[in-house]
Each structure stands twice: as structure tokens, then as C-alpha cells.
């Protein structure tokens, strides 16, 4: 399989099939935990197109996907937005938001060419922060990467859930 991980272009074209995935992504993340209506209005707040092209095209945002043989599988945003922990405070940092991964291409090789170029992107920051969901899957693999819990509480954007935020400190280049 041809794994690749790209920077996301708000060209027409591409933001229809980024909207697509994107809209995926969040049924298959949280169909289980939100009731119908509660998704529903989250995606058209933050993922309608008016809104998702705007934030594409932000200087504080890096929209990129992960690609499995020509075909889109997976997002992540990195942000300097977000509610940023105490830790971090006075200290360069960003967010990896919406880090999400069809499930049936939730394999190692896609979770770490995502991952990567995230995290390519974060080097010249103090810190890296993600807030997601406690009981989410991927904050293992996050923790492996050597990110940490952090014991303050944190809720998630306009999403009724508790969340974990997990801290890399980095060194930057």
C-alpha cells in the first residue's frame, strides 16, 4: 500500500472531498457518544463549507491528509487555536486537533505518516498540545510518542464530553 500524508489545498475540488472524509471521520468518532442532533449541529458549525474554507485557509492552521493508494483516509489540523493548558502558557505552542483515521484504515504505518508530518510541523514550537475525548482510541498512541496527561480538566470544542489533554515538550530546532 502507498502511504502519503499531504498538505490540504482549499481548492473547490479538494474541499468537497475533504468535507466528505471529514464528515466520516466524526460519524465514525463520535455517531456512538453524541445523539444524532448534538453531531449534526457541531458539523454545521465547525464543518460546513463557509467555515471549514476559512479555517484552511488561516495562517494559524495546517490542514493535512493521509492518503492509502490515491485515496483520503485520514485528517488532522494543526492549530494554534484551542484553549491552551497552563503548562504552556507564555510558550510557543500548537494544538494537533482532529486527528482522526477511518477505522478501516486504522493501521500502524497510516497513524505514523500522519502523525510525522504533523509533527514536522512542530518543531520550532516549545510545546504540543491535543484534547480529545477519554476514551478515544488514539490517545495511546499519542502517549507513546511520549506526550503526557495532564491532571487539568479540559472539555472539548462545543462537544458535551470530558477530554484528556496530553503535552509533548519539545526542543526546538
Known sequence: M?????????????TDILLKLVHKLLAEKYSQLLDSKQ??????????????????????NQSLV???????????????????????????AVRIADFSILKSFMEPEIQESLFQKCFSVCKYVEGIW?????????????????????AETFELDDIPLSSICLIYQNRPQ
Request: no cysteine; glycine share 4%.
Open 39 to 60: 453531531l449534526q449541529e457541531y458539523i454545521e458549525k465547525y464543518y460546513n463549507r463557509k467555515y471549514f474554507v476559512s479555517e484552511m485557509n488561516s495562517m494559524f
Open 130 to 150: 491535543i484534547n480529545e475525548y477519554k476514551e478515544n482510541p488514539i490517545l495511546e498512541f499519542f502517549e507513546n510518542k511520549g506526550f503526557l496527561r495532564q
Open 66 to 92: 493521509v492518503y492509502a493508494d490515491n485515496m483520503a483516509v485520514g485528517y488532522a489540523k494543526v492549530t494554534s487555536r484551542g484553549k491552551v493548558p497552563e503548562s504552556l502558557n507564555n510558550k510557543r
Open 2 to 14: 502507498n502511504i502519503v500524508t499531504k498538505f490540504a489545498l482549499a481548492t473547490d475540488e479538494f
